[in-house]
């Protein structure tokens, strides 16, 4: 198993600024994945980041919006940047092993 | 593309009553993994089960099993004797291994109620 820390739990920010979400896990993983889940709806994977290379965006997604870092095989953070009232959403961080998924306790953001 | 497909968006149960939610898929693939994942009002998703799609042993962890028909791709979670912390969004999900990858495709979920 996994356990993983994610900050912040909730905030509530200004359009047209941006907001880091910081992940940490209790392992090493290889890989983490961020996803979002819009007000009453599912979960929809944002990005794949790895270790020492550049993140792998899902159709709909990209970098610029929704950068990411993974510095090291514990940490990763994604910014929401330049945000609008659309980006209202839970933000999750999810690891793999075994395979099993684990989750963060998810990020609330509120934008207004 | 994989689909995952919930069909109940609510349901309710009363308290030590069984309930089962219902899950379809849709793949061309033979090896897979599927789980049901519960998501409390605390947001934190928590795995309830996972089931191998090589294995036809349906998964069971103490109140909860599932009914894994393969040929008719249906994965259906029942939760026995229902308890109040049970209440929660319940999300079915599937994942194919291979090439370093276990991204997870997630149904719309069922929001189930537990009834004193």
């Known amino acids: 198993s996994a356990v993983i820390s994610q900050k912040p739990s909730r905030d509530i920010c200004q359009r047209g600024t941006s907001l880091t979400i910081q992940c940490q896990v209790d392992?090493?993983?290889?890989?983490m994945f961020w996803y979002r889940q819009q007000p009453g709806q599912s979960l929809t994977l944002i990005a794949t980041?790895?270790?020492?290379?550049?993140?792998?965006?899902e159709s709909g997604f990209v970098i610029d919006k929704f950068p990411i870092s993974r510095p090291n095989l514990t940490f990763s953070t994604l910014t929401v940047s330049n945000m609008s009232p659309e980006d209202s959403s839970i933000y999750l961080c999810?690891?793999?092993?075994?395979?099993?998924?684990?989750f963060g306790q998810g990020t609330r953001l509120t934008v207004v | 593309a994989q689909t995952v497909t919930q069909s109940q968006p609510e349901m309710s149960v009363q308290e030590a009553e069984t309930v089962t939610l219902s899950c379809t898929y849709d793949?061309?693939?033979?090896?897979?993994?599927l789980f049901w994942y519960k998501q409390p009002p605390s947001r934190q998703m928590i795995l309830v089960i996972r089931?191998?799609?090589?294995?036809?042993q349906n998964a069971t962890e103490n109140r909860f099993s599932v009914n894994f028909q393969k040929a008719a791709k249906s994965f259906s979670l029942k939760i026995s004797d229902s308890q109040l912390g049970d209440t929660a969004m319940y999300f079915c999900?599937?994942?194919?291994?291979?090439?370093?990858?276990?991204?997870?495709?997630f149904g719309k979920g069922t929001k189930l109620s537990v009834i004193p």
């Open positions: 999810s690891v793999e092993t075994g395979p099993k998924a684990f």
């Open positions: 392992s090493q993983v290889t890989m």
């Open positions: 980041a790895n270790q020492g290379s550049e993140a792998t965006y």
């Open positions: 793949t061309s693939e033979n090896n897979y993994y």
């Open positions: 089931q191998e799609a090589y294995k036809q």
């Open positions: 999900a599937f994942m194919i291994p291979g090439a370093g990858s276990y991204q997870l495709t």
